[in-house]
């Protein structure tokens, strides 16, 4: 997310609305610290993103997931 100074928001203010009603969201900033996010009004909130399941039908786990290197392990730990 890219960040951009108040001098310069304030210069392109029709350009960054642009960018971000396209969905590029944008966090302004005064002396270099980030005082806002600029987002379309219908972009998810961060509260409201899905984060877990979100690889859900893209990747498979093997069942005996939780015992893979389990003899390895025990060799390590046995020495």
Not at 26 to 39: E, L, N, Q
Not at 63 to 68: G, K, N, Q, T
């Amino acid at each position: 997310m890219d960040t951009i100074n108040i001098h310069e928001a304030k210069t392109h203010l029709s350009r960054l609305v642009e960018k971000a009603a396209r969905g590029e969201s944008f966090i302004i900033a005064k002396a270099g610290k980030p005082m806002v996010r600029v987002s379309a009004l219908d972009s998810p909130s961060v509260e409201n993103r899905q984060r877990v399941g979100f690889l859900k039908g893209r990747i498979e786990v093997p069942d005996d997931f939780d015992e893979m290197g389990e003899d390895d392990l025990s060799r390590m730990f046995e020495q």
